[in-house]
């Protein structure tokens, strides 16, 4: 039903610039001898699964080869982080195409390859086998991109029923000048929010909504006579709450205190419940002070958390609610019943003095504002790394879809141990062995150990 564009990328430390880094964009036309020259940052590298040059309609184009296990091509990299090869910007790829598969696509699946050297899945496109030339633009999220060697990216198409003429690719950040890229990139969120729609109503029939659960007791039950007229309350609950669409103050909740370390990092939650429609809302944070310094909380984003239907109990249970899946710099629209989540990191310099320091957060919406107090708490002692033994949080990720900027967070909050799970290239051998590469895993290690 879809055809299937994949991305495949690894990530070294040693990335120190990009090709092609002021451009933020790059086109390529496909249909010349330059597809397959393997001399070019453009190409095709698997140069035998891709078919012969058309033209069609006064554009040229090149023919994939159907039934292929991927169809690789690279293309320049651009606006790459210098240390370690993620992306810190939102892509997006346009593909030119002629719709001619009409057979479901199989998913796709990575092969080989550990760490940062995986493939991830950015999106399908295709399958209605209209025979029509279409254009559409996939989003590739923050992350999801990157270079092995600072000079290009490599991509994956994979899943290919027919011979799919392509007549252009696009990749373009969204820092790119494009004339038209802000049509693209409406184009390619919507296409984006079409599917997401697509693929709920058909998990439908599977799917038992739990609801929102109650708020449960010791909630403030109803907002004052002053938040009702200012159409918010605001509240700022712990970071290990679970909340909900739903979720009501609790009366410890009112003031924002924070204590801390000196080289301790504590994520604030800030949490604004709407009373009538507010539309936009935001949320700024003030630097904290007193006399003997200031923690410079002005400059930390604010990210906003994103709900989604998430599973509730075991892998196999058909029970979902809606919950807070992921922080976004996206700014929420305030409607009641709705619980807008912020949440702002503080992170305490080392060496800073002892003291209580003081700050403020403003909300602000539907042209009304509210600062609320907040104390810093700076404690006379450092938090020692323990040599006895290892702490933290159990987390196990697929180093293919996971940010470095991820981990870079967690090891900030003091999560520094990690359950690998990497393991080693395996083929064939001689005389029935099997041998075994174990170069990537020890990369990635290598790497985690540098970032802490």
């Not at 924002?256 to 994520?267: D, F, I, L």
């Not at 109990?313 to 709705?338: F, K, Q």
């Amino acid at each position: 039903m879809r055809l299937l564009i994949a991305l495949a990328v690894a990530c070294f430390w040693t990335i120190r610039a990009a090709a092609g880094e002021a451009a933020h964009s790059c086109s390529w036309t496909l249909g010349t001898a330059a597809d397959l020259d393997q001399a070019s940052s453009t190409h095709f590298v698997t140069a035998d699964r891709v078919g012969e040059a058309g033209e069609s309609d006064g554009a040229t184009f090149r023919a994939m080869k159907p039934d292929q296990y991927q169809i690789i091509w690279t293309m320049p990299a651009f606006d790459i982080a210098a240390e370690y090869g993620a992306i810190a910007h939102v892509f997006y790829l346009t593909v030119r195409y002629r719709d001619i598969a009409s057979t479901p696509m199989s998913r796709w699946a990575g092969h080989g390859g550990e760490g940062f050297y995986g493939k991830v899945i950015i999106g399908r496109i295709g399958g209605s086998g209209d025979g029509a030339w279409k254009e559409e633009t996939l989003v590739i999220p923050r992350s999801m991109l990157r270079s092995g060697d600072g000079k290009v990216f490599t991509f994956a198409l994979t899943d290919l029923k027919a011979a799919v003429p392509i007549a252009s690719i696009v990749l373009f950040s969204a820092d790119s000048a494009l004339p038209d890229r802000d049509q693209r990139i409406a184009a390619a969120q919507a296409l984006q929010r079409t599917k997401r729609v697509s693929a709920l109503a058909l998990a439908a029939s599977k799917i038992h909504d739990l609801g929102l659960p109650d708020p449960g007791p010791g909630s403030v039950a109803a907002p004052t006579a002053e938040e009702s007229k200012r159409g918010w309350r605001v509240f700022f609950p712990s970071i290990s709450r679970q909340l909900f669409a739903n979720s009501q103050p609790r009366p410890e909740e009112a003031a924002c205190v924070v204590r801390a370390c000196p080289g301790e990092t504590r994520s604030v939650v800030i949490a604004v419940s709407p009373v009538k429609d507010l539309g936009p809302i935001t949320v700024a944070c003030s630097d904290l002070t007193t006399a003997g310094g200031a923690v410079a909380w002005s400059r930390e984003p604010v990210r906003w958390a994103r709900y989604s239907l998430q599973k509730v109990g075991s892998s196999w249970s058909e029970d979902y609610r809606e919950c807070p899946e992921h922080l976004s710099l996206a700014v929420p629209e305030g409607v009641p019943g709705r619980l807008a989540i912020a949440c702002v990191e503080v992170r305490v310099p080392s060496g800073l003095k002892a003291g209580t320091y003081s700050g403020t957060v403003t909300v602000t919406a539907a042209d009304a504002s509210q600062s609320i107090p907040v104390s810093l708490e700076i404690y006379p002692f450092g938090l020692l790394h323990p040599d006895h033994a290892t702490h933290g949080i159990f987390y196990y990720c697929d180093y293919a879809d996971v940010s470095p900027y991820d981990l870079l967070d967690m090891r900030d909050h003091g999560i520094d141990m990690l359950v690998a799970g990497l393991l080693p290239k395996m083929s064939a051998g001689t005389d029935h062995t099997v041998a075994i590469d174990a170069t990537q895993v020890r990369a990635t290690f290598a790497m985690l150990k540098r970032m802490g």
